[in-house]
């Protein structure tokens, strides 16, 4: 049930009264656009149907994406390191390591995680596996193995609907699903639960001068800072962020998986909207080599395999952004760029910590420059090399490429100009920067702020 957004709240003491105006989030419609067809890679046909899982008719609920060449295709992803992981992830997990880094497609459905379900989770999980097998060619399927990985995205601790589910995918035919703009779009939107908008990206690229196509979609806007790895790094330990990348280049599996985890550090483990880490959190590429006909799979000792790897990470990055930009109820897009640090990982750690500290997110929602509290959230992070506080600067950096404004110098803070931070902090994408003084290594981390709205959405997420 939608409850009536306030556009004013009021707090009261025993002795004042203030008013604070809710303020309205952009517009996110112009992040989705028509891509053109021939940007998206070939060998692949995908679709998302309604299959019941979601109330309304009208709303898709189940994607199904199949790799039609001929070549064998290589799979890679990334999984949640929650504990809790859901039933799709440890079925997919299995998939991927009976076939040594080998699948065919991808089943999805949204509208319920298939989390926290025990064993009749694990049962449906696989359900839904063997149902998309038999959607393939009898040609290309695995005579002992499965060839489908499962994704899952809602609420956490419900059992799916199987039986509609199951009818949803053996319902389709090849002449349901396609390879144009209208498909991936289908897809995307059965992706979607608190999204805004159905998030895909294509681009073309050139390898030894051959060019090849990479595609993708995510999901999520809220529960969103993930923390993935490969599923041979499956140990203990951030809505849901799901995602997929198809490309029709040639990769063998273990170099797909080593690109993979490269990227993901530096895109996908790269983002928080609320710092909470999901159950479901999963990232797939396949790589089915239909660009070229048959051809030779790409490894690790291939010249080649750094641009590809770059290439992976240029573009997850950039669907990875695309989740913040949703973040549920935010109204800004914030860079967090740490430098001058001694490793990678400091970095990253102390990006995290800034971009998931609550005191730093409701200033950036407030637009006031409490610098104090980015320094508290970066001096919290225990680091390879201690911090030295008087070689720490910060600088608020506007995206329309204006004069940056230091708000502290080598441990010194700045006499700020008020007005001018207010005017940087008032736009809806800037940069805050920290640089440690300590080393070469830098990191980057994508965030938003905390609104009203977010509390508004997720007090009443299940109604």
Known sequence: MNRPRPSIWRRFSSTSSSTIVVKPGPS????????????????????????????????????????????????????????????PVLVSKDVLEKTSGRARAIVTNSGCANAVTGKQGLEDAWAMVKATDALLPKKLKSQDTNDTLVMSTGVIGQNLPISKILSGISSLVPTSLGSDFAAWERAAKAFMTTDTFP??????????????????????????????????????????????ILTDAAVSPKALQSALTYAVDRSFNSISVDGDMSTNDTIIVLANGAAAGETK?????????????????????????????????????????????????????????????????????????????ILAATGSVSLSTPID?????????????????????????????????????????????????????SAQYWTCDFSYEYVRINGDYRS
């Open 28 to 87: 996110k419609a112009r992040h989705h656009a028509p891509i053109s067809n021939d940007s998206f890679p070939h060998g692949y046909s995908l679709t998302g149907v309604h299959c019941g899982v979601k109330k309304k008719p009208s709303v898709l609920d189940l994607a199904v994406i199949l790799s039609t060449s001929p070549n064998p295709t290589s799979a890679a992803a990334c999984f949640t390191r929650n504990a809790f992981k859901a039933a």
């Open 199 to 244: 998030k895909i990206r294509a681009r073309t690229f050139t390898l030894g001068g051959q060019t090849f196509r990479m595609a993708g979609m995510d999901k999520g806007a809220g529960m969103i800072h993930p923390d993935m790895g490969p599923p041979s790094d499956f140990g203990q330990l951030h809505a849901t962020l799901l995602g997929c």
């Open 297 to 373: 799979e790409m490894d690790e000792r291939d010249p080649l395999f750094p641009t590809f790897r770059d290439e992976l990470t240029s573009f997850a990055a950039e669907l990875a952004q695309l989740v913040v930009r949703d973040g549920e109820g935010a109204t800004k897009f914030v860079t967090v760029s740490v430098e001058g640090a001694p490793t990678f990982d400091d970095a990253h750690r102390i990006a995290s910590s800034i971009s998931t500290s609550a005191l730093v997110k409701t200033a950036l929602y407030g637009e006031d420059a409490n610098w104090g509290r």
């Open 389 to 441: 506080p008087y070689r720490v600067n910060v600088t608020f950096v506007p995206a329309d490429g204006s004069t940056p404004l230091p708000v502290l110098v080598r441990g010194e803070p700045e006499s700020v100009d008020e007005v001018r931070a207010k005017e940087i902090l008032s736009e809806e994408e800037f940069e805050v920067k920290v640089d440690l003084g300590l080393g070469s290594e």
